[in-house]
């Protein structure tokens, strides 16, 4: 018998090792178990991740929710503060603080920062978030402050009485109110890091909405920051201020308003405000020279007259530069410090007029002035329906001698201011009033001390000459300065349309500017008295003639002008860096004369256009529109 090992016992590298035998089925078992542990991990995060979108949507709907309901109440807690209604103010404040803190907390948490930060989805959290923080922040701290402000500085404790203005509510809320603008003014600039592009469609109109109600806030805002800071000192507060009030008279026309015929010397002192004097053009009288050195482009447009003659001043359509030019001539004439100058029509004395109430004038004063018996009617009132007219047609049909004629208008505009001052007034129908004229153009205001007039600048009082409205608007000017040497122009009638043929990539926009200037002077023109149609050496009586002046906007050029009717001869100029054609028209009894200017805007101006005009003799005789792209 050979004495052999076992075949299996053979080195035999084919043979099966005990390895091999063990190591298989093991890694076959630790597989399996592996796959299953992955395979619950999967399945956990997939029920995590499930859960979060859950939690998300919930929390996202229930955002969605306090946020629409907060929205609106933007809108009513302001028309609430802005009417006196500090009550409903404050019920809609908490209203408000409620919602708005529900939204914010409910896109709060790390889950909504990660989320943030995830590609596609992140700027549509970061949007959402960014929108409800605002309305809380908004809601917790800004408006509150309005509410508050809005009771302390109601109309009513804002009312002259005896002739004073109670200057302690500004006083006392103008840190608060300041502080709120600022807060306002952040909160536009966090929405405004918000791209519209970047988030779902379904966001972009809530978006929008929101970002609205906010720039109508920050309009409130600004106008009280601005009213708190400026109120005081420009009545008195800290030191007796002198101003000079010019009425001016649309019946012949100039850029922003008229011929100022009458100067009211004011002074300010704690709040009470007195008439001093009051002066006439004539008065004050005419200059050899311009009292101030004039660029060539104003005497090109304007003549020497804007720089010589106080009636003048207001030719040019940049309110500052008028109120530059009448400090210097009042300075040298009568003397004494000018703090500033401001400037109303009869449109506004008589609008003013339906919040005093009527205005008796005695019988005595108006034959001093020599009107005759009847002149104001059956109980010799100025009422809001005749105040106007009788100052801007009525005096010259009636009242022959021109010095006459001077004595009245300024007794009709120290009546209206007296009456104002001394109270008795409805406060909001008067400061409603004011407003509606300083929108109109009917109202300005300047201040000789650089800190006052640069609050005041970018106002509707401050009358600058603008080609833009600092957010990207474009600013059109049309303007008229009469050249009838008469009241005639009392019945011109202007009607202004701006047209959007094209809006470019670069944000510039192409626009047509159509003016026509209409005669409706009434039959028999040459039986009305001279004063009104003048003498006949400049135009024939009836007639009347007109400087139309167009400006472009910001960095605008004008392409084209152009009579529908036939030849145009214009004069162009650069005015304050402002493009501008001019155009002599001439309008017999019952003519028009149209003018069509085509101009493109500079760069970066894609809002809508905004059209500043000659405020007229009456609300329906100068008219404009604005069609956008």
Not at 80 to 86: D, H
Request: glycine content about 10%.
């Amino acid at each position: 018998m050979t004495d052999t090992f076992p075949s299996w016992l053979e080195d035999d590298t084919s043979a099966p090792r005990p390895s091999d035998h063990g190591e298989r089925p093991r890694r076959r078992r630790r597989s399996g178990r592996g796959r299953t542990v992955l395979a619950l991990l999967i399945t956990l995060l997939l029920l995590a991740l499930l859960g979060l979108m859950v939690l998300f949507a919930v929390q996202a709907r229930a955002a969605q929710a306090d946020l629409r309901a907060a929205i609106p109440l933007v809108t009513q807690l302001r028309e609430q503060a802005l009417s006196g209604q500090t009550d409903a103010a404050a019920a809609t404040a908490e209203e408000l603080r409620e919602h708005a803190g529900a939204a914010r907390d409910a896109v709060s948490g790390p889950h909504w920062s990660l989320a943030a930060h995830v590609p596609y989805l992140g700027p549509n959290v970061a949007a959402a978030r960014t929108a409800t923080e605002v309305v809380d922040d908004l809601a917790g701290d800004v408006l509150p402050q309005l509410v508050s402000a809005a009771g302390v500085v109601d109309p009513a404790r804002l009312a002259p009485q005896d002739g004073r203005i109670d200057l302690a509510p500004f006083v006392e809320v103008a840190p608060q109110v300041v502080a709120a603008d600022e807060a306002v003014d952040d909160a536009r600039e966090r929405l405004a890091t918000i791209d519209p592009e970047e988030v779902l469609e379904l966001m972009r109109g809530p978006l929008a909405d929101l970002t609205g109600q906010v720039d109508d806030v920050a309009s409130l805002t600004a106008s009280a920051s601005r009213a708190v800071q400026l109120v005081p000192p420009m009545l008195g507060a800290d030191e007796p201020r002198d101003y000079v009030l010019m009425v001016q008279n649309n019946a012949e026309p100039r850029s922003t308003g008229g011929l100022t015929g009458a100067f009211l010397h004011l002074r300010a002192d704690d709040g009470a405000v007195d008439l001093v004097e009051q002066l006439s053009a004539g008065d004050i009288g005419s200059f050899p020279e311009p009292v101030v050195e004039l660029s060539d482009a104003e005497v090109a447009l304007f003549g020497t007259q804007l720089g010589r003659y106080p009636g003048n001043v207001t030719a040019t359509p940049d309110f500052p530069r008028s109120a530059e030019l009448i400090r210097a001539m009042w300075t040298e004439r009568v003397g004494g410090e000018v703090d500033g100058v401001l400037s109303l029509d009869p449109v506004a004395l008589g609008s003013m007029l339906s919040a005093t109430g009527p205005i008796d004038v005695p019988q005595e004063a108006l034959w001093a002035v020599g009107a005759p018996a009847g002149f104001l009617g059956e109980g010799s009132q100025l009422t809001a329906d005749n105040a106007a007219d009788l100052m801007l047609n009525g005096v010259y049909r009636e009242i022959a001698e021109p010095a006459a004629q001077d004595a009245f208008f300024e007794l009709a505009a120290a009546q209206v201011f007296s009456r104002a001052m001394t109270g008795g007034a409805d406060p909001t129908a008067t400061v409603a009033a004011l407003v509606e004229a300083a929108d109109e153009g009917r109202i300005h205001v300047w201040s000789a001390h650089e800190p006052e007039q640069a609050l005041l600048s970018g106002t509707v009082l401050s009358g600058e000459l603008r080609g833009d409205d600092g957010d990207g608007s474009p600013v059109v000017g049309v303007y008229v300065n009469d050249l009838s040497a008469a009241k005639i122009a009392y019945y011109q009638r202007m009607e202004v349309e701006v047209v959007a043929e094209q809006c470019h990539a670069n944000g510039a926009q192409d626009l047509t500017v159509s003016v026509t200037l209409t005669s409706e002077v009434p039959d028999g023109a040459a039986t009305l008295p001279a004063s009104l149609v003048g003498l006949g050496r400049v135009v024939p009586q009836g007639d009347m003639r007109s400087n139309l002046l167009v400006y472009a906007p910001t960095g605008g050029r004008i392409t084209g002008v152009r009579d529908p009717a036939g030849e145009v001869e214009v004069l162009p100029q650069v005015h304050d860096d402002q493009v501008v054609v001019g155009r002599r028209v001439h309008l017999s009894p019952g003519q028009s004369v149209t003018t069509e200017i085509d101009i493109t805007t500079g760069t970066g101006l894609t809002g809508d256009p905004i059209l500043r005009t000659t405020p007229g003799p009456g609300n329906e005789m100068f008219v404009s529109a604005a069609l956008t792209c």
